[in-house]
């Protein structure tokens, strides 16, 4: 069974930084894309990033480019957001997915290509 579990939110000041972790088991996460989406209050869900299996493909939310970095370390089973320059709009809850087909940047952002959410960790970026 598939488990993701996202850590390192929190309440942020903005213009601070934050790097977010989801960790995974149940599943060899070696062999799995994964990406971050988010939600805000009265929102709906939206793409964040995603990033290849073995980490050598990454893409953005135009919002997001310059700001965010996601990445993997496969040793940990981990996925990582790092955010910086945090703007109050990027309140939101963030969930990490992960999803059984090779990365396709013509998909990435649609949240049905992931068939495994963690239960989402909350940031707040005060002004």
């Known amino acids: 069974q598939v488990q993701l579990v996202e850590s390192g939110g929190g309440l942020v000041a903005a213009r601070d930084s934050r790097r977010l972790s989801c960790v995974a088991s149940?599943?060899?996460?070696?062999?799995?894309?994964m990406a971050w989406f988010r939600q805000a209050p009265g929102k709906e869900r939206e793409f964040v990033a995603a990033?290849?299996?073995?980490?050598?493909?990454?893409g953005y939310a135009d919002s997001m480019k310059g700001r965010f970095a996601i990445s993997r370390d496969n040793t940990k089973n981990t996925v990582y957001l790092q955010m910086s320059s945090l703007k109050p709009d990027d309140t939101a809850v963030y969930y990490c997915?992960?999803?059984?087909?090779?990365?396709?940047?013509?998909?990435?952002?649609?949240?049905?290509?992931?068939?495994?959410w963690g239960q989402g960790t909350q940031v707040t970026v005060s002004s």
């Open positions: 990033i290849s299996s073995n980490g050598g493909v990454t």
């Open positions: 997915a992960s999803s059984p087909a090779p990365l396709n940047m013509a998909t990435m952002t649609i949240s049905g290509e992931y068939d495994s």
């Open positions: 149940g599943y060899t996460f070696s062999t799995r894309a």
